[in-house]
């Protein structure tokens, strides 16, 4: 069965910075799109960042391009999310989403499978 676990979120202090994970189990991770989304409190899911299968092509919010960085290692079943300058609008749930085709998607409803979350906080 198809299984996305995200883990890294934290506390952290403005500029700081955060690598999330996301390991992949029961397919074949190397066949999947990837992204990453995240939720604040009384706002709606937003796409962050995703990154097709073979990692050739990706692509970020406005909001954060310059500052984060998607990455996979098809190998080790895991896609990684490097949070840098981190400010305390990136305060959110992230998840990530797996997409059952080659290319990435461009909103919430193009991932058929999601991770549970991991809390990200930024404060002082």
């Known amino acids: 069965q198809l299984q996305l676990v995200e883990s890294g979120g934290g506390l952290v202090q403005p500029g700081g910075s955060l690598r999330l994970s996301c390991a992949a189990s029961?397919?074949?991770?190397?066949?999947?799109?990837i992204g990453w989304f995240r939720q604040a409190p009384g706002k709606e899911r937003e796409g962050v960042s995703c990154?097709?299968?073979?990692?050739?092509?990706?692509n970020y919010a406005d909001s954060v391009k310059g500052r984060f960085t998607i990455s996979r290692d098809n190998a080790r079943h895991t896609v990684y999310l490097q949070m840098n300058n981190l400010k305390p609008e990136d305060t959110a749930i992230y998840y990530c989403?797996?997409?059952?085709?080659?290319?990435?998607?461009?909103?919430?409803?193009?991932?058929?499978?999601w991770g549970q979350g991991t809390q990200v906080t930024i404060s002082s």
């Open positions: 990154i097709s299968a073979s990692g050739g092509s990706t």
């Open positions: 029961g397919f074949t991770l190397e066949n999947y799109a």
């Open positions: 989403a797996a997409r059952g085709v080659w290319y990435c998607g461009r909103g919430v409803a193009d991932f058929g499978s």
